[in-house]
């Protein structure tokens, strides 16, 4: 009967983006075990197409308020027979899950009494990327092969894409509004692009496309329309990607398109930087105060497009 082990990752985006190294490196160190990621239902889709997981689970973040929903949590972790435990959440409702787990499994995280501790006290001045590499390295994880993305694909054929376009992702979170570039500058950098732009992003960034178009009446608004999978996809076929600092900018770099990432005051880019083969940051504080001269500019020396 293979080994069980069990992965945490419940979100965010830009967080399960920057775990697709782990997740390959947990799975060529267990190339004969059964791998089940525990997560929430807008990544389960994710998780189910990559090469890395036998079975995902989206019911990873019940609410502490529903006991049923808790109790068939802890039910379902107890009786899977798990031998190892990855925590790349690490946070306290993640590290709680041990006592649902149970004592028999080995854990690798910050639970109290893990047996595989990321015991460096200055774990949270890493970036995302390296802190997780540390944690498995401290779990006697010593190949890290580079993730494969070739699954994430998407049939674009139904958007009626221009040949050549820049990608434009204008959103972020909505408690964060200090990580929004201003729409109307991303406007004018759409209208000097030289090509067409698609903007990308949840219905909430709807009002915000429509600004964006309307600077640049030939962009594409593709908000609330597609799935991860078709951002990745686009970013593949875009020339270039501009975002802010939020998850889909995380998904551009990833799949290899020459991303550059704006950030500001409210989140810190040594932390939590989007990594790709051609990604760049450009950072201004306030970000409202950043120029569209400066991130044409930026734009113009990111790497080609291998």
Same mark, same amino acid.
């Given at each position: ?16 983006? =920057? ?12 190339? !004969?075990?059964?791998? @089940?990621?525990? @997560? ?19 019911? !990873? ?21 798990? &031998? ?5 959440? @690490? ?80 959103? &972020? ?17 759409? &209208? ?26 030939? @962009?594409?608004?593709?908000?609330? =329309? ?58 201004? =504080? ?13 734009? &113009? ?6």
């Amino acid at each position: 009967m293979p080994e069980r082990i069990l992965v945490i990752r419940l979100g965010a985006l830009g967080d399960f983006v =920057q775990s697709f190294g782990p997740f390959a490196a947990i799975r060529a160190h267990h190339p !004969g075990a059964r791998i @089940t990621l525990l @997560t929430t239902r807008p990544f389960a889709e994710l998780g189910r197409r990559s090469p890395w997981f036998d079975e995902v689970w989206d019911d !990873g973040r019940p609410s502490w308020r529903d006991p049923g929903a808790l109790l068939a949590l802890a039910r379902r972790l107890r009786g899977a027979g798990v &031998a190892r435990v990855y925590d790349l959440q @690490t946070s306290s409702r993640s590290s709680r899950y041990r006592w649902l787990v149970g004592q028999g499994a080995e854990w690798s995280g910050i639970a109290r009494g893990a047996s595989h501790p990321h015991a460096n006290p200055d774990r949270d001045a890493l970036h995302t990327i390296e802190r997780q590499r540390e944690q498995l390295e401290m779990a006697g994880i010593a190949h890290f092969p580079p993730p494969a993305l070739d699954w994430l694909q998407a049939d674009l054929s139904r958007f009626n894409l221009p040949a050549r376009f820049g990608l434009l992702i204008p959103g &972020a979170s909505p408690g964060r509004p200090l990580k929004r570039w201003p729409a109307e500058r991303f406007a004018a950098l759409a &209208a000097g692009a030289g090509m067409p732009a698609v903007v990308v992003g949840g219905p909430a960034e709807r009002e915000i496309a429509a600004c964006i178009r309307h600077g640049a009446p030939g @962009t594409l608004d593709l908000t609330g =329309q597609t799935s991860f999978a078709e951002v990745a996809a686009l970013a593949r076929r875009a020339v270039w990607a501009v975002g802010n600092d939020t998850g889909p900018t995380h998904l551009a770099a990833a799949s290899g398109c020459p991303t550059l990432a704006l950030f500001g005051d409210d989140s810190d880019p040594a932390l939590c930087a989007p990594r790709g083969p051609a990604a760049a940051v450009l950072r201004h =504080q306030p970000l409202a105060g950043l120029g569209v001269a400066a991130v044409a500019e930026a734009l &113009a020396a990111l790497p080609p497009r291998a």
